[in-house]
């Protein structure tokens, strides 16, 4: 669904997926393979349901903003078995793992042909790097901001001069994994990676 007034903008969308009969990759000591212990298993299902909501707004004629909603219920229906059939990874009823549920994006722009500056939000939501859902990476929020200049007159015109700082607030989180896994219950698996820490940096355009 989508509708466009004169300063507003809103868009929706909603979605249900059902994925089956997905393959993964094992290296498995009971492979029926004798030169190879690496084999592909059908680990059954996952069911997604999803919604993503945005909305912008032009404030003025300098002036515009923007925040959009994703919600993805994603999980899985079946457990993975060996092919004896024993139990291996419990994941019914679990999260995907590495897929945070909530995710919330913001901006605020202003722009008057000369000075520009811009500010955003991002929120990502609690998500999990282990199959079986036993310990959970926590949400984080982020801002970044802007603020430049173009010159339009003089001996500087057509150069533009900008100052942008991410992670305004030296925000510590958890950004990204190495790898997922089965399971961790006491947090002993090295596989996840730090975000990156407050920065800032100028830069310097010109147009001939």
Known sequence: WRWRGER????AAAYYVQFDD???YFSASDSP???????????GSVRTLGLEATLRAKFTDTLSGMVSYTYNDSEYQDDVLTDAGVLEIATKG???AG???DLIKAGLDYDDGSLFANVSYTYNGKWYYTYENDNPVKGYSLVD???????SAGWAKGTEVSVN?????????????SALTERDPTGDQQVLLMGAPRAAFVTLRRSF
């Open 8 to 11: 507003l903008e809103a868009l």
């Open 22 to 24: 997905r393959l993964a």
């Open 33 to 43: 393979i004798l030169v190879s212990e690496t084999i592909y298993r059908n680990v």
């Open 94 to 96: 679990k999260q995907v």
């Open 99 to 101: 897929s945070p549920r």
């Open 145 to 151: 901001a802007a603020l430049g200049y173009r010159f």
């Open 165 to 177: 700082v991410s992670n305004v607030f030296d925000e510590r989180y958890i950004g990204s994994y």
